[in-house]
């Protein structure tokens, strides 16, 4: 089975608390920007997986500092 998803702004929050709810960077350790990227996944016949993601562009931003945001764009 194969499958392939392209990834256009799917946000990825990475927080300390789960339970905290946010749509924003603000509440986050980090928050990853996937702007243009594509996951791809294969199962074989023997229940191994192979699992690659490309990403043509991604926005990281360091929200770990109050007011400090350092925004690193690949």
Do not use: P, W
Not at 52 to 67: N, V, Y
Request: one cysteine or more.
């Amino acid at each position: 089975m194969s499958i392939r998803l392209d990834l256009v702004d799917v946000i990825l929050n990475l927080q300390l608390n789960h339970g905290i709810t946010s749509n924003s960077c603000k509440s986050s350790l980090a928050c990853i920007n996937f702007i243009k990227s594509r996951l791809m996944v294969e199962t074989y016949s023997n229940q191994s997986r192979d699992i690659d993601l490309i990403s043509q562009e991604i926005l990281i931003t360091d929200a770990r500092f109050q007011g400090t945001e350092i925004q690193l764009k690949l």
